[in-house]
């Protein structure tokens, strides 16, 4: 069958091994049914959201999230690759979906809520990162996305949008909204967690290894991994549980029978840190060069980057006023025909 996908990225870095597994090669994946109507969105009005000081951050996270999905293989040609900001329909609706929605019901949204405390926000919360689900599911709805692949975090979020398309639908007697579905990755991979074993990977927390990482950086940064902190000596049985260091094995490595000998190694003891994460950093270094190499050739021209991107807004835009359309129509406010 096919579908309507949407989904995006906030442009608040580069993207990383998490979105990767969480979300980019499930998008890949999608792209190549060539029934499927794929939009990819870089929320940059999003991560404004909180983010209000710092407009060049998310300039130029733009530029880099762009790179990080031709990277990978997402093909401008198959794909609608578009920039939020120059959406104005995606703001419209979402003031008209702001309605709604009770401030209790926004409340409740654990991510938002985890969210909260990461940021540190404390009393101040910023009034347009609180309603951003609102936001959210009017880019969703605006495309009358029917499935949306998109990690873990992201359940409440969908959530919200088919309540708001259920509830808009209802109460202007339309069939405007369609309710969405999620598309989660495979068991384990929609919640990667990061290199300090702190919770999940994000461009927010530093703890991720980037899709541009040199080859320098990733095997610092593997070498800094979270493993058993009560493994001291190399001859001391270790935990494989909760072991970054195993969790990315289970992740990457093709060679299952290689990590089972592995983890069974290092749980009887005799198996040391140093050579464990010599073993993962060749792993991932396989999976990384090719994109990476194919980053460092695009990422010379920006026009081009830009072309594309101006492109699929165009694109993107025409779809949103046909929606907003339909929604003012629904709505009677419409008033001069
Ligand atoms: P930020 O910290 O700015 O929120 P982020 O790292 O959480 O950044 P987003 O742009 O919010 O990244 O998320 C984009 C997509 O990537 C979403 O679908 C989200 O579910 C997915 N994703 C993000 N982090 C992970 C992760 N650690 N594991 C799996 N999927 C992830
Ligand atoms: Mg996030």
């Known amino acids: 069958m096919s579908k309507i996908i949407l989904t995006g990225d906030r442009p608040t ?37 909180d983010n209000a000081d710092n407009p060049k951050k998310i300039q130029e996270s733009i530029y880099e999230v762009a790179l990080d999905y031709l990277a990978v293989g997402l093909d401008p040609e198959r794909t609608t690759i578009f920039l939020q900001s120059q959406i104005p329909q995606l703001p419209e609706l979402t003031v008209y979906f702001l309605n709604l929605v009770t401030m209790a019901r926004l409340e409740r949204n654990p991510t938002v809520k985890s969210e909260i405390k990461d940021k540190k926000f404390g009393a101040s919360i910023p009034a347009g990162f609180f309603v951003y689900p609102v936001s959210q599911a009017a880019d969703i709805l605006a495309f009358k996305a029917t499935h949306v692949p998109v990690g873990d975090d992201q359940k409440p979020m969908l959530e919200q949008a088919r309540e708001i398309a259920r509830d808009f639908n209802r109460i202007y007697q339309t069939e405007t909204f369609v309710e969405p579905d999620i598309i989660l990755p495979p068991k384990g991979q929609g919640r990667i967690v990061g290199i300090d074993g702190n919770g999940k990977m994000s461009k927010s927390l530093g703890n991720g290894i980037y899709l541009s990482d040199s080859e320098e950086e990733i095997q610092r940064k593997v070498m800094k991994m979270y493993t058993d902190p009560n493994h001291i000596h190399v001859e001391d049985p270790g935990q494989v549980e909760g072991n970054v260091v195993f969790t990315y094995l289970d992740l990457f490595d093709p060679d299952k029978e290689k990590v089972a000998q592995l983890k069974a190694h290092y749980e ?55 929606t907003l359309a339909e929604a ?6 419409q008033y001069f025909g």
């Open 13 to 49: 870095g580069k993207l990383h091994l998490g979105h990767y597994l969480g979300s980019l090669k499930t998008r890949v994946k999608l792209q190549e049914d060539s029934t499927n109507e794929i939009f990819i969105m870089i929320a940059d009005q999003q991560a404004l959201t």
């Open 328 to 333: 003012k129509d629904a709505m009677g406010i």
């Open 268 to 322: 009887r003891g005799g198996l040391g840190d140093v050579v464990l994460k010599r073993y993962l950093n060749e792993i991932l270094q396989d999976h990384l060069r090719p994109i990476r190499q194919r980053r460092q050739e695009l990422a010379g021209n920006r026009e081009h980057i830009l072309a594309l991107l101006k492109r699929g807004s165009e694109r993107a835009e025409k779809v949103a006023a046909q």
